[in-house]
């Protein structure tokens, strides 16, 4: 049973990547900004947890002022009519100078922040994060199918002018589907840095680009993401773990090993 929580949890941050992703596509503004936000995000739930001395308080902050900002950059965007597409790879740099200039600036450090002051319990934050990711993935499957705003996002990327006929304004709703992007990784980010008990920079590992390959893995349907994730993030853990049983396998062979998987997923779909 706990074998079964640490691959739920483990895979949790990925899913949630994904599914924020997926908002932005159907919107027809792809978050490229994502792999950037998850390591921000997992910054500022180290800084406000330590300062604040709760992983509640630092994960509310930290989801709150990545949208915040997010919601800003889009409005910007929309105002001026500039190309989402460059927008969003000069957010991720951004997103990434900004990770190390304030690391240095509040701790005195651009490397590994840890200490007794962030040491959280490990299964209480397996079953946070799997609780949680659980929570959003329902609230993204039910209102992507089932309300209208999700309609509209769903509509936004393929049939901009059926919204507006309707009296919608396409720009609201792609920054609509930002912001949801910008709190689905911003979570995502809180609980990498959570189940580590400390920030490494570059924490989000490529996870914000991944999620856009399982947009298309998942054919574009939630529950189809989840899953695809799932068996990529076991395949993941199986070539993290199989050389203590078995030695002898060549490094890289197991570095590539998920990437294999999700391309025989691809084939086999």
Not at 22 to 28: D, I, K, P, Q, S
Not at 141 to 151: A, C, E, K
Not at 234 to 249: C, E, K, P
Request: charged share 10%.
């Amino acid at each position: 049973m706990t074998s079964i929580l640490a691959a739920l949890a483990y895979s949790c941050p990925l899913i949630l990547c994904s599914l924020g992703a997926l908002f932005t596509e159907y919107a027809g503004c792809l978050a490229l900004f994502m792999d950037g936000m998850v390591s921000f995000a997992a910054f500022l739930n180290y800084a406000f947890t330590v300062w604040s001395g709760s992983a509640l308080v630092g994960t509310c902050a930290s989801c709150l002022i990545c949208v915040g900002v997010t919601l800003a950059f889009s409005a910007v965007i929309e105002k001026f009519r500039a190309n989402r597409f460059i927008a969003a790879i000069a957010m991720n740099l951004l997103f990434g100078a900004l990770t190390s200039c304030l690391s240095w600036a509040l701790f005195g450090t651009r490397g590994v922040l840890a200490g007794d002051v962030y040491t959280l319990s490990m299964g209480a934050t397996r079953a946070a994060t799997v609780c949680t990711t659980a929570v959003f993935v329902a609230m993204a499957v039910y209102w992507l199918g089932h309300s209208r705003l999700g309609l509209y996002v769903r509509v936004a990327g393929s049939d901009a002018d059926v919204l507006k006929a309707k009296g919608v304004n396409p720009g609201n709703i792609r920054t609509l589907s930002w912001g949801l992007a910008a709190l689905y990784s911003s979570l995502a980010g809180s609980f990498l840095v959570m189940r580590l008990s400390s920030f490494v920079p570059n924490i989000s590992s490529g996870r914000g680009w991944m999620a856009l390959a399982a947009v298309f893995l998942g054919k574009k349907k939630p529950l189809r993401i989840v899953a695809a994730v799932f068996i990529f993030s076991l395949a993941d853990i199986f070539a993290a773990n199989i050389q203590n049983y078995i030695s002898g396998i060549p490094s890289s062979f197991l570095i590539s090993l998920p990437y294999l998987v999700s391309l025989l997923l691809i084939l086999v779909r």
